[in-house]
């Protein structure tokens, strides 16, 4: 069975860091590009960052809005995508989502989502 | 990159037909088929419903339907039931290797 599911989120103090998991299964993880989506409380989708699958290899992309704080790594062995967020935010607060891309825009399975709170 | 438009609410009885529009720019929607659609219902991770425009996964009724003219894609459900009711969002490729979604829209079956 595909599935993915993510872990790591918490309540954090605004400044600090966070790393959020996505741990796969199923599929041969090094050959997916993985998004990460974000959901503020009430609010829509947001597209924050992929894990690309390139012909000369992985590169990551990140939304304006994140580049710069936010970096990722992949553990193609442990099939794990990690989400280094630091320098926390209280708009950074969500439900963040990691998503496999069979496609370009084809994010066909998605994790359940952790949550990740900004408080003081 | 600023998100996609998508009508805030749209509503139906059941058995009609309704449509979603997405509207973006040519950096994105009109510049590539790269459009995907998915429902969200309360509490539940989002679900792929179409991809490339006009693709629908496997396992989604024939029901829903997508296009794209210009910089605009649409989403349609026809033969609206209960179970439709849910929140869409559309996601587009962008000329700038990053993905921009629509606002949602929350679907009402009356």
């Known amino acids: 069975q595909v599935w993915l599911v993510e872990s790591g989120g918490g309540v954090v103090e605004p400044g600090r860091s966070l790393r959020l998991s996505c741990v796969a299964s199923g599929f041969p993880f090094s050959s997916y590009g993985i998004h990460w989506v974000r959901q503020a409380p009430g609010k829509g989708l947001e597209w924050v960052a992929v894990a690309a699958i390139l012909r000369d290899g992985g590169q990551n992309f990140f939304a304006d809005s994140v580049r710069g704080r936010f970096a990722m790594s992949r553990d193609n062995p442990k099939n794990t995508l990690y989400l280094q967020i630091n320098s926390l935010r209280l708009e950074d607060a969500a439900v963040y989502y990691c998503a496999r891309d069979s496609g370009v825009a084809r994010m066909d399975v998605w994790g359940q989502g952790t949550t990740v709170t900004v408080s003081s | 990159q600023s998100a996609l438009t998508q009508p805030a609410s749209v509503s139906g009885s059941p058995g009609q037909s309704i449509t979603i529009s997405c509207t973006g720019s040519n950096s994105d929607v009109g510049g590539y088929n790269y459009v995907s659609w998915y429902q969200q219902s309360p509490g539940k991770a989002p679900k792929l419903i179409m991809y490339?425009?006009?693709n629908r996964p496997s396992g989604i009724s024939n029901r829903f339907s997508g296009s794209k003219s210009g910089n605009t894609a649409s989403l349609a459900i026809s033969g609206l039931q209960a179970e439709d009711e849910a929140d869409y969002y559309c996601v587009s490729y962008t000329n700038s290797n990053s993905w921009v979604f629509g606002g949602g829209t929350k679907v009402t079956v009356l």
């Open positions: 490339d425009v006009n």
